[in-house]
């Protein structure tokens, strides 16, 4: 019996001692996915510093800057920062970090379509036309980078480093991180005075980009337009057109508006984005839906800066049966 108990009370002390180890080992590895993805999230948090630091370094001093180049600088740092929120996406989410995790994803979110919108608009605020509109809309995305420092200054931070806490990791606290350096940005005057003074450096003859568009064709219900076309619609089958439009210019065009005339009545349709030599469609419905023989005008409207528009045009002769 006494043998019994010994070998039993050993056994007994082995499973004690191999639940512990296991745990430890269980601790250890938490403790190193904490550290390691405080690490990530610092590093990442660097980068957003430097990529914030180049692009409001250029609106404050331009220096010798064309606005090709300066346009070039912003794009570069626009694709860093998706680069970032990618880099944010794809954190794992140790212990209890899920819910910080989910915070940091909606600061990177807002900073990179902020980022997006500033350098779709660049161009055109850097040229002659449309460039009032087009400064309001990056003052406004101004915005969003203040929203997405709140978010992340009150609430991911505070969270991270909680749980961080909590775990005892100390010493892997996660920095501050703005990237609006200052609130002066957010007024449109500070912002217009800016690129401004980009403006200024532009070399004789050089434009912010060349803008324009191209109305490659049009069908009705799949029936490619030309004249003397004839597209039967089967029985009360409404009628709906497609537009398709080219950006052929070299910077992207927003909200590019699309008309059609149908013996005299007008439908409008609309593109929301295309980036340069990106096609897109918009589709149009006819109402009320025309018969017989009609004359249908197409037009891609003319974006700002834009100098021939012969080819957004185009007029159709056609039997709708």
């Given at each position: ?19 512990l180890?296991v ?16 690490r990530?999230v610092t590093e ?16 404050e001093?331009?220096?010798q ?8 600088q ?14 944010v ?8 970090m899920?819910?910080?995790q ?5 600061v ?7 980022m ?7 161009s055109?605020?850097?040229?002659s036309?449309g ?6 809309a ?7 980078l203040l ?21 005892g ?5 996660v920095?501050?991180g ?12 500070t ?7 980009v ?6 003859g ?10 490659l ?32 210019g ?43 023989e ?14 021939e528009?012969?080819?957004?045009v ?8």
């Open positions: 019996m006494l043998r019994r108990g010994l070998a039993l009370g050993g056994a007994l002390v082995l499973v004690i001692l191999i639940v180890g745990k430890g080992c269980l601790d250890a590895r938490a403790h190193r996915a904490l550290s390691d993805y405080a990530n990442i948090v660097q980068q957003t510093k430097q990529t914030s630091k180049a692009f409001f370094g250029n609106l001093d331009p220096g800057l064309s606005v090709r180049d300066f346009v070039n912003v794009n570069g740092q626009k694709s860093e920062m998706d680069a970032l929120a990618s880099r996406d794809g954190l794992g989410t140790p212990g209890d899920g819910n910080a989910r915070h940091l994803e909606l990177y979110e807002l900073r990179a379509s902020a997006d919108q500033i350098a779709n608009r660049m055109t605020a850097l040229g036309v460039a009032e509109r087009a400064t309001a990056i003052a406004r995305q101004m915005q969003t929203a997405a420092d709140v978010v992340y200054e009150q609430t991911a931070r505070p969270e991270i480093n909680a749980v961080l806490g909590n775990n990791i100390d010493g892997s606290d920095p501050k703005t990237f609006l350096p200052d609130d002066k940005w957010l007024e449109e005057s912002v217009a005075a800016a690129l401004g003074g403006s200024g450096a532009t070399s004789e050089e434009t912010a980009g060349v803008h324009g568009l191209g109305l064709g049009t069908s009705l219900n799949g029936t490619e337009l030309a004249d003397g076309a004839v597209v039967v619609l089967e029985g009360e089958e409404a009628a709906e057109l497609e537009a398709r439009v080219q950006n052929q070299e910077s992207t065009e927003n909200e590019i508006s699309v008309s059609v005339k149908v013996n005299g009545s007008e439908s409008q349709g609309t593109i929301e984005s295309l980036a340069a030599g990106e096609e897109g469609t918009a589709v149009i419905p006819l109402v009320p839906t025309p018969r017989g009609v004359t249908i005008e197409v037009e891609a409207a003319t974006v700002p800066g834009e100098q528009s012969a080819n957004n185009a007029t159709y002769t056609i039997t709708i049966e």
